[in-house]
């Protein structure tokens, strides 16, 4: 596609349930990155994937949250036995990555707005 | 620790009346100090990369400059469909990939 797709847009889930959030990036683009903007915040780093390397997972809350990426492409960001803290927009960002792309920007998608009840 | 602070957190214009957008920063090492512009429901927009102090760059009304300690987001003559949250975000010569932090955004509404 011509952009950073992610779904659904719109999640309502009850406080406990699991919920997965989908991102497919943009062909070609090998670096993958999570973020997420609570009302009212800045955008807050969650996880990030590059190729096959490892992921850094610096930014994850808790272990209550978990993401992969499956064969360099999509990604599914997985959050266990959700709190009402979690509402929350949660944004999907791609870009070249590896030698010589490293202010390559970050392209968007629309994100997934988490609603926990 | 990197931190970005954007100011003000909210902008009222008339169309026609020029602004700036502050983006200060404290950062070991930058490496890129990025624009984004966000719409409501939307995921943010790149607009600009600046790389040193003294670098400019223009697109159509915004012209974004840089220091060594903080960014200014300069809008000449805006109008309506200017209206946006402006967010800043920050690259440190360490992190990992194109990893940014992001300042809270400055809200940017430009009425007729």
């Known amino acids: 596609g011509a952009g950073v797709s992610q779904s659904p847009s719109n999640k309502v889930t009850e406080k406990g349930k699991d919920v997965e959030l989908r991102c497919d990036p943009i062909s070609g683009h090998t670096a993958l990155y999570w973020y997420r903007q609570s009302l009212g915040q800045g955008l807050e780093f969650l996880i990030y994937f590059q190729g096959n390397s490892a992921p850094d997972k610096s930014g994850l809350p808790s272990d209550r949250f978990s993401a992969e990426r499956t064969g360099g492409s999509v990604s599914t960001l997985t959050i266990q036995r959700t709190q009402q803290e979690d509402s929350a927009v949660y944004l999907c960002?791609?870009?070249?990555?590896?030698?010589?792309?490293?202010?390559?920007?970050?392209?968007f998608g629309n994100g997934t707005r988490l609603t926990v009840t | 620790e990197d931190q970005v602070t954007q100011s003000p957190e909210a902008l009222r214009l008339q169309e026609g009346e020029s602004s700036s957008l502050n983006c200060s920063y404290t950062?070991?090492?930058?490496?890129?100090l990025f624009w984004y512009r966000q719409d409501p429901g939307k995921g943010p927009e790149f607009l600009f990369t600046?790389?040193?102090a003294g670098e400019e760059k223009e697109k159509e009304r915004l012209k974004a400059t840089l220091t060594k300690k903080e960014s200014f987001l300069h809008i000449t003559a805006p109008k309506p469909e200017d209206s946006a949250t402006y967010l800043c975000?920050?690259?440190?010569?360490?992190?990992?990939?194109?990893?940014?932090?992001f300042g809270g955004g400055t809200r940017v509404l430009v009425k007729p």
């Open positions: 975000a920050v690259r440190h010569i360490k992190a990992a990939g194109n990893k940014l932090t």
């Open positions: 960002a791609s870009s070249l990555g590896g030698q010589g792309t490293y202010n390559s920007p970050l392209h």
């Open positions: 950062v070991s090492g930058l490496r890129g």
């Open positions: 600046l790389y040193s």
